[in-house]
């Protein structure tokens, strides 16, 4: 078997890419399961060419912790359920609005609200579900995915959290305390918690999971600046969403309280400390850091 | 200490409530706890003087099985949240667009969309959690109710799909077959979910899960003839809810395929089978018989 890191790294996204599509195909019901619109509507939105950046940080870190590991792609798809879930919700008429997402009209546009709401509730429902059926994984370590898939997501420092910040932070002044608390809920409790369940998967306990929250953190944040960055620096050609919308919303983003240049130096610092908390790992850290760097390069 | 049947029926109800009610407060963040808005949003909805009938079943499921069950109430929160949940999300105006639940202004009313959208969000994902952390119940059992949860809740056959069906039958001619397929989904999957997790929680496995499953899928079927008879019977102030919205949207509904009359008698007949089912735990199945008898000749 070939070890996970001789691989470049292009060819490594591309292959754990391709087992989280066929991994998200297996564990998502086919269009044809009744009721169909709903299904449809899933997996529209599943399959609208995301960059899968949850599941490789989860399967990334098993790796880190385990060598290769077959089935950890089966967790990821917990992990981009719930993703996706909360940008189907996020797009919604009633909370951002958007009619672009990854290049394509989103959910609610295609199948109208109702179809939307349910959609994005149903990935939710699945997520749990299959993270209680994963396979070769002890009830344990199941319910202590579930835990941390349901606090990463939930409204005390977790996603919904975030999002409950964002809505009412929009038009108030950008306040970095208020800056941080956002995005730590919003975007970077769910990646923390990518690492977090990949390496609870694989068996880590204590301070390897220690490093590998840390890393995810920074990580992390690393991400969400990174977003906010080519928010104002992209058209949504290139984005795939609608551009400079952050602005215009008057959301509160780290180019409006630090301004560009400031928040560029704030993402290399974050994948710089991302790279140490890997420290302890050796060796075994290396795809993770390369991801790390691949998050604050990116271009989408 | 006192067997549960014992106590007249209303002192049992009245008793169980008060415990569910307690738990549902020690399990949902305070209304303090940062965001304040979602958590008054979430606290709203779940106290807003619900039957509580799943979280009763539970409970009566379980001492059914194993006495009197210290903790269940924990385990009935779950079920509380995602019934909440689930009617939030269906008074959205996107979905039933309906101002009134339980006498109250709707969550959407008070809280506005995005709101309502996120409380329903967050209590479906906290369900999960609690399910996570049942104190004294194994990993194992723990994973299993988390299926049993996510499955009475989802497209395949649960909660989801009667919603989407539901919806996609409005205006449709009333049809037997539609109709058994949208309430068995919409209302029966979790019902019967409710029997069988208090049973699961207690320990039982095998014919005695098998009996309780099938006197929650006939007491299940029951509450919802009720519900459509009461709809129709009853007026908006005595219901607590919007009467006769069945009719105006075009719902499909037992009366309208059926008429009253032998809706009541399909009412009756499923009350006689829930008892039936319940023929082989002999004295242990007398509360969930009262059970069944309250929810055919309830009068909300």
């Known amino acids: 078997m070939i070890p996970p890191t001789v691989l470049g790294l292009s060819d490594y996204l591309a292959a754990r890419q391709k087992r989280i599509d066929e991994a998200l195909d297996r564990w998502t019901p086919p269009e044809s399961a009744s009721p169909p619109t709903i299904h449809r509507a899933m997996r529209y939105s599943l399959f609208a060419g995301g960059k899968r950046i949850r599941p490789l940080l989860a399967m990334a870190a098993a790796e880190a912790v385990a060598g290769?590991?077959?089935?950890?792609?089966?967790?990821?798809?917990?992990?981009?359920?719930?993703?996706?879930?909360?940008?189907?919700?996020?797009?919604?008429?009633?909370?951002?609005?958007?009619?672009?997402?990854?290049?394509?009209?989103?959910?609610?546009?295609?199948?109208?609200?109702?179809?939307?709401?349910?959609?994005?509730?149903a990935l939710l429902t699945r997520a749990f579900q299959v993270l209680a059926q994963l396979p070769g994984v002890d009830g344990e370590r199941k319910a202590w995915l579930v835990e941390e898939l349901a606090a990463a997501s939930?409204?005390?420092?977790?996603?919904?959290?975030?999002?409950?910040?964002?809505?009412?932070?929009?038009?108030?002044?950008?306040?970095?305390?208020?800056?941080?608390?956002?995005?730590?809920?919003?975007?970077?409790?769910?990646?923390?918690?990518?690492?977090?369940?990949?390496?609870i998967w694989a068996g880590a306990g204590g301070r390897t999971l220690e490093a590998l929250s840390?890393?995810?953190?920074?990580?992390?944040?690393?991400?969400?600046?990174?977003?906010?960055?080519l928010d104002v620096e992209q058209s949504s050609e290139a984005l795939g969403k609608t551009a400079g919308k952050d602005l215009a919303q008057g959301k509160i983003t780290f180019p409006a309280v630090y301004g560009l240049e400031r928040s560029r130096e704030m993402a290399e610092l974050e994948r710089r400390r991302a790279h140490e908390a890997l420290f302890e790992l050796g060796e075994r850290g290396a795809r993770l850091k390369q991801l790390a760097d691949r998050i604050v390069r990116r271009s989408r």
Chains 1, 2 share one sequence.
């Open 154 to 199: 939930g409204t005390a420092g977790g996603m919904i959290a975030g999002q409950v910040n964002d809505l009412e932070g929009e038009g108030r002044p950008p306040e970095a305390q208020l800056l941080e608390s956002i995005h730590r809920a919003k975007t970077g409790a769910l990646l923390k918690a990518s690492v977090r369940m990949g390496a």
């Open 68 to 121: 290769d590991c077959a089935g950890v792609e089966d967790l990821a798809c917990a992990l981009e359920m719930v993703h996706t879930y909360s940008l189907i919700h996020d797009d919604l008429p009633a909370l951002d609005n958007d009619d672009l997402r990854r290049g394509r009209p989103t959910c609610h546009k295609v199948f109208g609200e109702a179809m939307a709401i349910l959609a994005g509730d």
């Open 214 to 229: 840390s890393y995810g953190e920074h990580a992390g944040l690393a991400f969400q600046i990174v977003d906010d960055l």
